[in-house]
């Protein structure tokens, strides 16, 4: 019997053989996986053509691959090419491994035909399987950010079983926030870069998506990683001017902490035509989050 026929089909995920080389970690084959887990979640077929494999998987690669002198074209050749030797996946043509130009003859990839009758079979498993997956590459830190990046939302529990009442996160949201924001701290300016691109800004949500915040530019901020934990924790909030507070319930005590009372009463600046926070969801972080009293 196939490793596909097999009942574990998180058997066959979780032992993909990875490229290693002087400790180098190799995610690219779980991320062409979990592009094609994220294809099959939303149209029933795990088909990734070349033309799409060539661009997205390319850039799951830079974005959360280890840093390389390899072409984006190469990098995702090797593991368009070689996840077959895994037996989860197959090419419609028979090509070279890690030959670039035949793959742009128009050959398409996807998981053997028994594997991805049974992932579609469960409207849950293909989640389940793809938390896993993600979970065995990444640190958490990270991990929410290559669901979001590939479709799923970066809440699906192991069991891959949602609930019926959970909503669905928009997975361009994260990507439309950071642009809006040129990609930089809202509260501080931080801009880091890593190969271009940005790194420890995240996309917060002013109203939680818990709490039935819309994914919609005008209940987002970019912040940086600490400030998006000190806003989601109710240390930083927004007055109705939209300047930063800092509550009057934080201390520290070194310079690296006290820098946090440095912000206080910045006021957000976007660039031109990009939409401030709502009053409502100010408004309602206020309320629900922040902590206290701001600083006089």
């Not at 390389?68 to 990098?75: E, H, I, P």
């Not at 109203?207 to 806003?231: I, M, V, Y």
Request: aromatic share 8%; net charge neutral; with cysteine.
């Amino acid at each position: 019997m196939s490793r596909a026929e097999a009942p574990d089909v998180f058997a066959a995920f979780s032992s993909l053989r990875q490229h290693q080389r002087n400790g180098q970690r190799s995610p690219h084959k779980p991320l062409l996986a979990l592009l094609a887990l994220g294809r099959l979640a939303a149209t029933g077929r795990s088909d990734v053509p070349w033309s799409v494999a060539e661009e997205q998987l390319a850039d799951l690669i830079a974005e959360f691959g280890p840093a390389s002198n390899t072409g984006r074209a190469q990098s995702a050749a090797y593991p368009f090419t070689r996840l077959r030797a895994d037996h989860i996946w197959v090419l419609d043509r028979d090509v070279d491994d890690d030959k670039v130009s035949p793959l742009r003859a128009g050959v398409t990839g996807r998981f053997e035909a028994a594997l991805e009758q049974r992932l579609a079979a469960d409207p849950t498993l293909a989640g389940a399987v793809a938390r896993a997956l993600v979970d065995s590459h990444f640190p958490p830190t990270v991990a929410g950010d290559v669901l979001l990046a590939v479709g799923f939302d970066p809440e699906v529990s192991h069991l891959g079983v949602p609930s019926p009442t959970v909503r669905k996160r928009s997975a361009a949201w994260r990507t439309s926030i950071l642009r809006a924001w040129d990609d930089q701290c809202a509260f501080c300016g931080f801009d880091g870069r890593l190969a271009g691109m940005a790194v420890a800004v995240e996309a917060a949500h002013v109203r939680w998506f818990t709490e039935q915040g819309p994914d919609d530019l005008d209940n987002g901020l970019a912040l940086c990683s600490l400030h998006h934990k000190l806003f989601d924790r109710g240390v930083l909030g927004l007055d109705d001017d939209l300047a930063v507070t800092v509550s009057q319930r934080f201390s520290a005590r070194t310079s690296s902490g006290r820098a946090v009372y440095e912000i206080h009463g910045r006021r957000l600046t976007p660039r031109p035509g990009t939409q401030s926070p709502a009053v409502e969801h100010v408004a309602w972080h206020r309320r629900q989050v922040f902590q206290g009293s701001p600083l006089k």
